[in-house]
């Protein structure tokens, strides 16, 4: 069983920049492909941004391409959601997620929720104009 645990959310201004953490309770953390995701009020969950396991090759969606970047630290079993130029429609409850981490090939469907198996309770972002 893998634990995640998101932090980072709060209260920010249009414009502010956000650091998200993830932190994944597993042995071999470098195994696992990881992705964040968001879910607006009254919106279905969207992807964000995924990363492969080395931390190599990334995706992200259009809406944040350019503002936000995710990044891993396999050492500290974390991954990272760096949020810049944060806008009001960024408003979402964050969430990570992970595969069972044991994937041979990163790729597209690493933009969709299928690959991924286990999920965290969520992080509140909210930016205010």
């Known amino acids: 069983q893998v634990h995640l645990v998101e932090s980072g959310g709060g209260l920010v201004q249009v414009g502010d920049s956000l650091r998200l953490s993830c932190a994944a309770s597993v042995r071999t953390f470098s195994t696992y492909a990881m992705g964040w995701f968001r879910q607006a009020p009254g919106k279905e969950r969207e992807f964000v941004a995924s990363?492969?396991?080395?931390?190599?090759?990334?995706y992200y969606a259009d809406s944040v391409k350019g503002r936000f970047a995710i990044s891993r630290d396999n050492a500290k079993n974390t991954i990272y959601l760096q949020m810049n130029s944060l806008k009001a429609e960024d408003t979402a409850v964050y969430y990570c997620a992970t595969d069972d981490g044991s994937a041979t090939y990163y790729g597209t469907l690493y933009r969709t929720n299928l690959p991924y198996k286990y999920w965290g309770q969520g992080t509140q972002v909210t930016v205010s104009s």
């Open positions: 990363i492969d396991w080395s931390g190599d090759s990334t």
